[in-house]
C-alpha cells in the first residue's frame, strides 16, 4: 500500500502513470482501482490466513503422528456455504457500485457541464494522430487542423471524438483519463478534463502494425487566455518568412549533424524536467534565423514534393494525407511524440525517416483509395511490396534549408 499510495517509485509518477492523475476522469478510475485493490487485497490476507493456519495446525510431522490419519469427512456445512456465498456477493456489489458510477461518468461529461466543455476530433493515422478543432472555423480553409500535439483549455471538460481512417487505435492520455479505441467505421468518443495548465503524454494504446509503439502524442493544457491566444494564432496563416527580411539578432551557429543511427532515442533529460516550459519556449520565433535559407528550405518543400502529403496553410501547400505542418516549428515533438523537435533531430527524420520509424508512410508512402500510393521516399514493387528505388533524396545542405523552413512556422 505504501508503494501505491506514496508514490515513491518513478514508475508511480512517471509521464505515462497513471498513478499520478491530473484530472477528473483519471481519478474515478483510479478510485475504482483502489475499491477493487482494497477489497481482493482484504480477502487474499483472509483467505491466506485462515489456509496457513489450517496447514500448519493440521499438519502431519511423522507417519505416527495423530494428523496423519484422515479426519472425519464432512459434506457441507450451509451455515458456512451460505455466508461465504453473501459475503462473496456483498464484496462484488461493493466493487460494483463506484465501478458502475465510474463507468457512467466516463462515459459522458455530466449534464451541467455540457455548456462549458470544448470538443475537438482525435483522428488515428498508422502512425500518427490528427487533431480537429470543429469550433475553429477558418474563412476559406474549412476547421482548424493540427497534429500530435492536442492543446487543450485546462479546467474545461474536453470531448473527444475518436476516428481512423486506417487499422484499430486507442486514445490515451494516462494522466487525463482511460483508454478508448478508434475503429473505423464507428464513432467512439471519450471525454477528459486537465484540472491546471501541464504537458502530458499520450500513446496509441491498440497495436496497430509496425510502429504502433511509437505511435505517441502530447497534450498540453493551457489556461482560459492562453488558449485563446493560442487559438487566435492557429487561424492565421502559416508565418512567412521574406528572403530578403533583416536578420534579427546574430545568426545562429550551424548544429553539428552526425547520424546517431537506427532507433537512437531522440530525446534530453533537459526537456523532461520542465516539458511544459519548454513547450512555452517553443512557441517563440527561433533567435538568429537565416531568411535565405529559410526561403530556400520553401522552396525545397515544394521541389522535393514533400507538399504532396503536407500542408502549410497559407503557403500553397495542401497535401492532406500526413500532418499538418503549419506549426511545425511550435511543436515540442516530431514524429508522432518519438522525437524532440531539436534541428538535429529534425535533421535526422528529414534525411532518414525510415531509421527513426520503422515502415512509416513517409518513407514507404501513403496507401491512397483506389490502390494507388501517395509516393514517399522509395518506390515499392506493387507486387513484391520491395523497394524498387529512391524517390525523394534529401542531403545534408537540403535539410539545413528544409529544418531552417520548418522551424520557422511558429
Ligand atoms: C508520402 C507522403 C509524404 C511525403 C512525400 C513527405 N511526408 Fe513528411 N510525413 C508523412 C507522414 C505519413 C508522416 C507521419 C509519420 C509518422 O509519424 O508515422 C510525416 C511526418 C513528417 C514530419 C513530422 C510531423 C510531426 O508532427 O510529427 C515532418 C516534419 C515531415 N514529415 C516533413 C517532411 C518533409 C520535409 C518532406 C519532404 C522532404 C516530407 N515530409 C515528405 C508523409 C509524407
Ligand atoms: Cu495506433
Not at 509518477?13 to 483502489?34: I, M, N, R
Not at 502559416?238 to 549533424?257: H, I, L, M, N, Q
Request: with cysteine; charged share 20%.
Amino acid at each position: 500500500m505504501p508503494l501505491f499510495l506514496g508514490g515513491w517509485f518513478q514508475w508511480l509518477t512517471g509521464p505515462q502513470s497513471t498513478f499520478d492523475t491530473h484530472g477528473p476522469v483519471a481519478k474515478s478510475q483510479l478510485d475504482v482501482f483502489y475499491v477493487t485493490l482494497w477489497v481482493t487485497g482484504i480477502t487474499f490476507v483472509i483467505v491466506v490466513s485462515i489456509l496457513s493456519y489450517a496447514t500448519l495446525k493440521f499438519k502431519a510431522r511423522k507417519t505416527d503422528d495423530p494428523h496423519a490419519a484422515i479426519p472425519h469427512q464432512g459434506h457441507g456445512n450451509p451455515l458456512i456455504e451460505l455466508s461465504l456465498i453473501g459475503l462473496s456477493v456483498l464484496a462484488l456489489v461493493f466493487i460494483a457500485v463506484p465501478t458502475l458510477k465510474s463507468i457512467w461518468y466516463s462515459y459522458d461529461i455530466p449534464a451541467e457541464r455540457k455548456e462549458n466543455a470544448y470538443e475537438v476530433n482525435a483522428i488515428g493515422y498508422q502512425w500518427w494522430f490528427k487533431f480537429e478543432y470543429p469550433k475553429e472555423q477558418i474563412d476559406g480553409t474549412g476547421t482548424l487542423v493540427a497534429a500530435n500535439e492536442l492543446v487543450i483549455p485546462a479546467g474545461r471538460p474536453v470531448r473527444i471524438n475518436l476516428r481512423t481512417t486506417d487499422v484499430i487505435h486507442s486514445f490515451w492520455v494516462p494522466k487525463l483519463a482511460g483508454k478508448v479505441d478508434m475503429i473505423p467505421n464507428r464513432g467512439n468518443h471519450l471525454w477528459l478534463e486537465a484540472d491546471q495548465p501541464g504537458y502530458f503524454w499520450g500513446q496509441c494504446a491498440e497495436y496497430c502494425g509496425e510502429s504502433h509503439a511509437v505511435m505517441r502524442f502530447r497534450v498540453i493544457a493551457l489556461d482560459e487566455a492562453a488558449f485563446a491566444t493560442w487559438v487566435a494564432r492557429q487561424k492565421t496563416p502559416a508565418r512567412s518568412v521574406a528572403a530578403d527580411a533583416p536578420v534579427t539578432g546574430s545568426p545562429a551557429a550551424p548544429y553539428e549533424f552526425k547520424n546517431p543511427g537506427r532507433n537512437a532515442p531522440g530525446w534530453s533529460a533537459e526537456f523532461d524536467a520542465a516539458p511544459f516550459a519548454n513547450w512555452e519556449k517553443q512557441q517563440n520565433v527561433n533567435a538568429g534565423e537565416n531568411p535565405a535559407l529559410i526561403a530556400q528550405g520553401r522552396q525545397l518543400f515544394q521541389q522535393k514534393t514533400c507538399v504532396s502529403c503536407h500542408t502549410v496553410r497559407g503557403h500553397d501547400f495542401n497535401g492532406t494525407t500526413a500532418p499538418d505542418l503549419t506549426r511545425v516549428g511550435a511543436r515540442t515533438t516530431i514524429a508522432a511524440g518519438l522525437l524532440e523537435n531539436t534541428p538535429e533531430n529534425l535533421h535526422r527524420w528529414i534525411v532518414h525517416p525510415d531509421e527513426v520509424k520503422p515502415g512509416n508512410k513517409m518513407f514507404v508512402g501513403v496507401p491512397m483509395t483506389g490502390g494507388t500510393t501517395m509516393a514517399g521516399y522509395i518506390n515499392l514493387d506493387k507486387d513484391t511490396g520491395k523497394p524498387t528505388g529512391h524517390n525523394i533524396v534529401i542531403n545534408d545542405d537540403e535539410a539545413r534549408a528544409l529544418v531552417s523552413y520548418l522551424h520557422s512556422l511558429k
